[in-house]
């Protein structure tokens, strides 16, 4: 786990998922604030993989960033989309079945580069949503 001052760029696997705003993302950089950054920000080809609402959290309230590359978690180190799918499928509520819906699609295409391949069937039995 390293320190990381300089601005990071998202990866384009985390832009599957849609970012907070507005009440949710100032509590968020609120408590950031308060308490620290307490999960690291996981990096893959040194671009935000997960932890995009963290980071500007940091960023916005001025708190040092922790980083991690994927390669350091267990389990996870050569599959980016197996994790990003667990920390934000599994571990995160996504209430409107049409924000789960075009997160499927995105998954679906980002895996043609960084398989292992979904196709948008199982992406969408991944995220809980239909297929069309």
């Known amino acids: ?59 916005t309230r001025k708190v040092p960033i922790k980083t991690v590359d994927l390669s350091e978690i267990e389990g996870y180190e050569d599959d980016p989309i197996a994790f990003v799918l667990s920390k934000n499928v599994r571990r995160r509520h996504i209430p409107l079945d049409g924000q789960r819906a075009l997160a499927a699609a995105k998954i679906a295409i980002e895996s043609r580069t960084y398989g292992p391949y979904l196709s948008y069937a199982a992406a969408a039995k991944q995220l809980g949503t239909s297929e069309r």
Do not use: Q, T, W
């Open 1 to 59: 786990m390293s320190n990381k001052p300089a601005r990071l760029e998202f990866h384009s696997i985390s832009e599957c998922f849609e970012i907070i705003s507005g009440d949710e993302f100032e509590a968020l950089a609120d408590d950031i604030a308060a308490h620290g950054l307490i999960d690291a920000i996981v990096l893959f080809e040194d671009k935000i993989l997960e932890g995009r609402n963290r980071y500007r959290a940091c960023m």
